[in-house]
Structures are given as C-alpha cells and as structure tokens.
C-alpha cells in the first residue's frame, strides 16, 4: 500500500497516546523533575544506585529493529573501573553498513520530506525519554567509560538532552539559518564517534542531523559502546521512523566502511587527527560533504593579573576534567613568569585533595581511564617526558588494586620541543610552560599543529580581546575553561580540523542551501 507522507506520520501515536500508553515514570512521591531548555544545569542529580539496566548482550540498531550481526560475532565492553566485562555487543562489519546505509535511504524518502514542525515533535520526545532516563544513562556511561559520575550526572547526560532539545528547536525554523536561503536535507549521514564523550558526540551528531532532516548511520566506539545501543531503545519509545536513525557497533574498520561507502553523501568524524587523515584519504575522489572534529593541545594561558585561586581551579577543570581525555583540554599550561612558582605551588596543593578511584562514588573527582591500551599511551608520555628532561610530579594517592588509574600528573621545566608539549597525550597530564610577555604567549600558543581550544586568565578586557583575535583555536576561553553550549558552535583549526558542530553554523554543516 502506498501513503502520502501526511498519512504516514498521522499513523503515528502522538506524544499524548504514548504517554498514556506507558506507565507513569515516576510517582506523586518523586515528581518527575521539568527539564525545560536552559535549566539543565538545575535538574534534580541522579542517586548512584540507580540501575543502568544493562543487558547481557546488545544487537545492531537497523531500521528500527535489534538485528544480529551478519558475522553472527560480538565484542566484549569492559568496565575500566574494575576490569569486568559489562555486556556484549555485535561486531559490525561491512555488510551490516550496507543494510543499514540502504534503510537509512529507504527512511530518507519520507523523513525528508516530512514538515520541520513534525520532525521537531520526534526530536522533542527524544530528549524528553533521555530527561526521564538520566540517571540510569549516567550509571551506565559511568560504567563503560570509567569517568565520574559527578560528570556523567551534571554534565554528559543533561547537555545530550540539551541537544535534542535545542536542535529540536531549530526543525521548524529551518528559513531562519541562512536568511533569504532555504535549506534542504543531504540525505544519508555517515558518523563515527570516539569514547571520551560516548553519548555525548552521539546527540552532538544526530540532533543536528535529524532536525535538517537527514537520515543517520552512526558508528560509536568500540570501548564504549554501551549508551549508544541504550539510546536505541530511546528511539523506539520515542516512535522515531524505522531507518532514520541506525547504529552499527564495531570495529575501526566498521567505520571505515561507513566513510567510504556511497550511500553516506555526507560524513561527519570526531576521532583522532590520524584516523581523520586516513578517512580523508580514503574518501578523497568523492563529493562527500566532510566534517571533520580532531585532536587538540590547548594552552590554557595564566597572566600575573589574574585571579589566581580561580585561575588554579581553571586549570584543574581543564585538564583533568574526564581525566584529560578531552579534545579541548588544556594540556598546556602557559604561566606567566612573575606569576609561575605561585600558580604552580597552589596547583600541587589542590592536586594533593583531588580524589582518585571509583567513578561511582560521587566523592571522585578523577576516575578511571578508558582503556588498558590508552593508560599504557599516557604512561609512555610520562617516560618520555622524563627522558626529555621535564620534572614529573603527582600526589601521593593510593588507587584502586584493579582498573586503569592514573594520579594526576604535572610536568615543570618543560620546553616547547618536548613531545608531552607537541602531542596529544589524552590523559591527565598537565605540562607547565612559562612566558614573559603577550606576544611570547600568543607565539607558544600557536605553535602547536592544532587550533581547537585556548583559555586566557587575566584582569583585563583589552588583553582577552587581543588573545582572542589572535589565538588559532576554534574556541577561546576567558577567565574560564572547557564551557560548552548546544547553541555555541564548537570546531577546529589546522590539524584540528574543520566544519562546526552545535548553534546555526553546525546545521549548515547538515544542509545544502537551496
Ligand atoms: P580514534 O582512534 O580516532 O577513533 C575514533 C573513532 O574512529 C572510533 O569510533 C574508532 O573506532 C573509529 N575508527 C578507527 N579507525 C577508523 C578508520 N580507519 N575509519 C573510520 N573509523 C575509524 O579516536 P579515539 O581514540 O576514539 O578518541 C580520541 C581522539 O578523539 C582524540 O584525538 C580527541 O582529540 C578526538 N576528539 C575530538 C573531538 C572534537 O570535537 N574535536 C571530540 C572528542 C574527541 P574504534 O573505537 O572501533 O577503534
Ligand atoms: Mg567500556
């Protein structure tokens, strides 16, 4: 049988008939708290206990339904807290890409076409159920990710509504992004996410790509694959179109294959500078539309007139935040020299109180880190920083006997052609450069390959303006660090890489102007 688009969606329950058909989420006794946009910072903080409800093993999210892997394989994730396996997951290969790259173009023919206002109701209902579910995704990204609950809670599960909630904003005002253009859906979107931020880059990818009306194949990463496949059934509640959006776990190469196949006539990767050159490459004689949000080694900048206490809490959220693991860290610390023994001084004081062990419990300000492999990585950057000549200093703390654990680690005397000062480490290692005058600061600034973050701590107006014109870096920073916000778009420069994600400049990068 052949229906209309109107018909079609008029097939679907409205929001109000699912509500009615579920069970009350919650009772008179714990109202369910109102998240409305903008408030989620305020929304009531989950209990820890809460279960995560995770299942022992998880399929392919492919139009609409849990599918087995054609491979019939799966892959084991790991809790990093403990070293436990947590749950199975299906091992996507390049034939589960293409079933699900063809139901996304088959849900394209309609959800295309669909009003923006219709759209916007899907979007809306998505970050409603994920505001209902918040504590049990907080646990369970906790659990895959290793990284504190405190964040989970207050940052990583809340933003990720946000974003459904401010890209659902935008479905029905589509004429308002490019004033005097229209924009028009691209069709099927190929994403690959990577681990710091699992459900995180998974609302920053699909809420924009959604509200232009595209359809969505997306690979997560392969240690932290959990919430994803959770978000699955979120979809489903929400009676999101079997096919608009699909989720194939596994491995690099399930992503390769998601790049490169034709079907993606746009691709959007958040990873690693180096996987983002070898899909560049490997996608070079195509007309894909590219997004690319790579690596980063920001400089978090401390002048002598700025409010040093604030300053030193500044640099600790800036680079131990989720243990470093964040593409805009500020894993270099350029300080000021009047200034240097002082800051560096009240840093290592605020170090020795900073709690190390289980993410779960909510006292923990330094979790787990992701992987065995990616704490080896940061480990051999502590050596090599030694060999090089740096001083490395970590306070004294005992961690836990099993799971990935790191004290926080900071490098002096360290000098601009040291690897811990050139490379991206990913962890929580913090190298401490000094500088004499503004233009020394902004020249080691940008002497790096990367342009994606920077913060500048100073008293005054003139000198953020003056850093913030000349600083490369997709986002500056003043007299705070590591902020984010659906409406702000957020991106790179240089090996940092290109196009936008979040605010109006993000959905451009979503949609064609016509
Ligand atoms: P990664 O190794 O580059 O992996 C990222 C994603 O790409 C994963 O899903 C990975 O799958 C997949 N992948 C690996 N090889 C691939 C290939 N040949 N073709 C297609 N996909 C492939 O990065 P990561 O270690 O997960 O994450 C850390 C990096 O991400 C850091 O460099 C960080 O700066 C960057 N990052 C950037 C931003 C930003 O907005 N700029 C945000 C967050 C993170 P597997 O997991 O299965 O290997
Ligand atoms: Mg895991």
């Not at 369970?140 to 904003?169: L, S």
């Not at 913090?430 to 902004?442: G, H, K, M, N, Y």
């Amino acid at each position: 049988m052949v229906i209309s688009v109107h018909q079609w969606f008029k097939t679907m329950p409205t929001l109000a008939e699912k509500k009615t058909a579920r069970p009350a989420p919650r009772t008179a006794a714990r109202p369910r708290p109102e998240l409305i946009f903008g408030d989620f910072w305020e929304f009531d903080p989950a209990p820890e206990t809460a279960d995560p409800k995770i299942k022992p093993r998880y399929d392919l999210f492919i139009g609409g339904r849990m599918v087995a892997p054609t491979s019939g394989r799966y892959f084991d994730s790991i809790n990093p807290a403990n070293e436990q396996k947590l749950t199975e997951l299906a091992l996507g290969n390049a034939t589960d890409v293409d079933l699900a790259c063809q139901a996304a173009s088959r849900a394209f023919e309609k959800w295309g076409k669909l009003p923006g206002k219709e759209r916007g109701k899907y979007i809306y209902r998505i970050a409603r159920l994920l505001q209902d579910r918040a504590r049990e995704f907080a646990v369970a990204e906790t659990r895959d990710n290793g990284k504190p609950i405190r964040e989970t809670r207050d940052f990583d599960v809340p933003m990720a509504a946000a974003h459904f909630f401010y890209h659902a904003g935008w479905a029905d005002k589509l004429d308002y992004v490019a004033p005097g253009r229209r924009l028009a859906p691209l069709g099927v979107v190929g994403q690959v996410i990577p681990w710091n931020f699992p459900l995180l880059m998974l609302s920053w990818k699909i809420a924009p790509a959604l509200a232009a009306g595209n359809c969505v194949v997306i690979k997560p990463a392969t240690n932290t694959p959990l919430t994803a496949v959770k978000l699955a059934e979120i979809f489903q509640d929400a009676d999101l179109p079997p096919g608009v959006v699909n989720i194939v776990t596994g491995s690099g190469s399930t992503g390769g294959a998601l790049m490169a196949h034709p079907a993606t006539v746009k691709i959007a990767f958040t990873g690693s500078t180096e996987v983002g050159k070898v899909i560049m490459r490997s996608v070079a004689d195509t007309d894909k539309k590219m997004t690319m949000e790579l690596g980063g080694k920001a400089a978090n900048i401390v002048f002598d007139d700025a409010p040093i206490d604030q300053a030193v809490e500044g640099i600790v959220n800036g680079i131990f935040f989720n243990q470093g693991q964040v593409c805009c860290a500020g894993s270099r610390l350029l300080v000021h020299e009047p200034v240097a023994e002082k800051v560096v001084s009240k840093l290592k004081n605020r170090l020795r109180v900073l709690r190390v062990g289980d993410p779960l419990d909510k006292n923990t300000d330094v979790g787990a880190i992701v992987s065995r492999d990616q704490l080896d990585t940061v480990k051999g950057y502590l050596d090599s920083g030694v060999q090089e000549g740096a001083e490395m200093w970590q306070p004294s703390c005992r961690l836990p006997a099993k799971g990935f654990y790191l004290p926080p680690t900071i490098f002096t005397g360290v000098t601009q052609s040291h690897r811990i000062a050139r490379e991206e480490i990913f962890g929580p290692v913090l190298s401490i450069i000094t500088f004499r005058t503004v233009d020394e600061a902004i020249e080691k600034a940008n002497n790096t390959a990367y342009g994606l973050s920077a913060g500048v701590w100073t008293d005054k107006g003139s000198r953020i303006l003056k850093m913030s014109t000349e600083l490369k870096a997709g986002v500056v920073w003043a007299n705070t660090f590591n902020k984010f916000d659906p409406t702000s778009p957020f991106g790179g420069y240089k090996e940092s890489g290109f196009g936008r994600e979040g605010g109006r400049q993000g959905l451009l990068d979503y949609a064609k102007l016509v």
